[in-house]
Structure formats: C-alpha cells, structure tokens
C-alpha cells in the first residue's frame, strides 16, 4: 500500500509559478511510475505528466509541454511538478499518482486507470 499526500498548491497570477510536492510512503518507490493529473470543474481529470519508474523516461501535456517540469527524488520519496508561465487555464485540482512497475509506453501513462494509487489532490487557482 502507498499513501501520496500533495502540497504546494495555492493561488499565483498569470506568468508566476508554483511548485507541488508529492510525498509517498512506503520502501520502493523508484519502482513506481509516478504522474501528475488534474481536474477542472465540470471537467474530466486529464494528464498533465508523468515519470516512468525505469528508463528515466518523462512524459508531458501537450498543454504543459515547455512550462511544467516534472521530476523525483527517489531517496526522498518525492516526486514535484515545477510549473512555470501559468495560465487562468491551469486552474484546477492537481492530484498525484503512482503506479507499480506500469508501462513506459505513453499513452499507457496518459491514461487514469495503469496508476493504483492517489493522493486526495490540491488546489492551484491561476488568476488573470
């Protein structure tokens, strides 16, 4: 069992940043792919990125792609998504989600249903 627990999120302007945080418990978390998703009101959770467990493969958005960066400390447990250039359309609740040895094929990490687990998600609010 792995438990994420988000932070980070808040309210920043158009143009500013915010950086979240993804805490996981747990012994083996280099064998996790871990991805980032978010989800907007009266709108369905889509993809945002994701790094896979093996080969350092990462993967974006093409809405992100250029301004949200994604990485992990896996001796820390942690994995963050640096955003950067943020826009109104950014708003929404981010959430974290790690999967077990998942697939490295991108539309495998794009899709909701190869991650296990979930953090219960945090608000980013982007004004204009």
């Known amino acids: 069992q792995v438990q994420l627990v988000e932070s980070g999120g808040g309210l920043a302007q158009a143009g500013g940043s915010l950086r979240l945080s993804c805490a996981a418990s747990g012994r083996t978390f280099s064998s996790y792919t871990v991805g980032w998703f978010r989800q907007a009101p009266g709108k369905e959770r889509e993809f945002v990125a994701a790094?896979?467990?093996?080969?350092?493969?990462?993967y974006y958005a093409d809405s992100v792609k250029g301004r949200f960066t994604i990485s992990r400390a896996n001796a820390r447990n942690t994995a963050y998504l640096q955003m950067n250039g943020l826009k109104p359309e950014d708003t929404a609740v981010y959430y974290c989600?790690?999967?077990?040895?998942?697939?490295?094929?991108?539309?495998?990490?794009?899709?909701?249903?190869?991650?296990?687990?979930w953090g219960q998600g945090t608000q980013v609010t982007v004004s204009s």
């Open positions: 790094a896979a467990w093996s080969g350092g493969r990462i």
């Open positions: 989600a790690a999967g077990y040895r998942t697939t490295t094929q991108t539309m495998g990490l794009m899709t909701l249903r190869t991650y296990d687990y």
